[in-house]
């Protein structure tokens, strides 16, 4: 079973899980727009040989966020849903107080420095060599969401 998590964002990324080991793509981005091709390609390549669960972080207003990033962000929330619906694969969406109330409870820290802190732990394999790959810990942590709802279900 694979279980993949996405944050739909351009800054965002598609993390998936197998076993116990975790791989980590950035959202495809070709002249500031969403690679599409790509994105789908991305599924195609995910969901060749296993079963797999994926769990999309729902689009919404976030507080500070302006106008143009907002309906960026809802742009690649559309078309990562409509590339799950297309190629038949199983998923949930999921608000974003959902899963950080499950995946981040009880650890120290704030923001994005504390989901960071928590990917690692789950994952210590995942070494991230810049800094701006410090906000895919978001996918992997909706990846090891979607694995324990999952288990759940």
């Given at each position: 079973m694979i279980f993949v998590g996405i944050d739909p964002g351009k800054q965002g990324s598609i993390a998936y899980l197998v076993n116990s080991s975790i791989k980590v793509i950035a959202t495809p981005i070709v002249e500031k727009e969403y690679d599409i091709v790509a994105m789908k390609n991305i599924l195609l390549d995910i969901n060749k040989n296993d079963e797999v669960f994926c769990v999309l972080e729902r689009a919404q207003p976030m507080p500070k966020?302006?106008?143009?990033?907002?309906?960026?962000?809802?742009?690649?929330?559309?078309?990562?849903?409509?590339?799950?619906?297309?190629?038949?694969?199983?998923?949930?969406?999921?608000?974003?107080?959902?899963?950080?109330?499950?995946?981040?409870?009880?650890?120290?820290?704030?923001?994005?420095?504390?989901?960071?802190?928590?990917?690692?732990?789950?994952?210590?394999?995942?070494?991230?060599?810049?800094?701006?790959?410090?906000?895919?810990?978001?996918?992997?942590?909706?990846?090891?969401?979607?694995?324990?709802?999952?288990?759940?279900?």
């Open positions: 966020q302006g106008v143009v990033s907002m309906f960026s962000f809802g742009k690649g929330y559309g078309i990562w849903l409509a590339l799950l619906v297309s190629l038949g694969l199983k998923f949930q969406i999921v608000h974003s107080r959902t899963w950080t109330r499950k995946m981040l409870e009880g650890s120290p820290g704030v923001g994005k420095e504390r989901a960071f802190n928590v990917a690692r732990n789950l994952f210590p394999s995942w070494q991230p060599k810049f800094k701006k790959e410090y906000q895919y810990a978001d996918a992997i942590l909706l990846a090891e969401y979607a694995r324990r709802i999952y288990k759940n279900e």
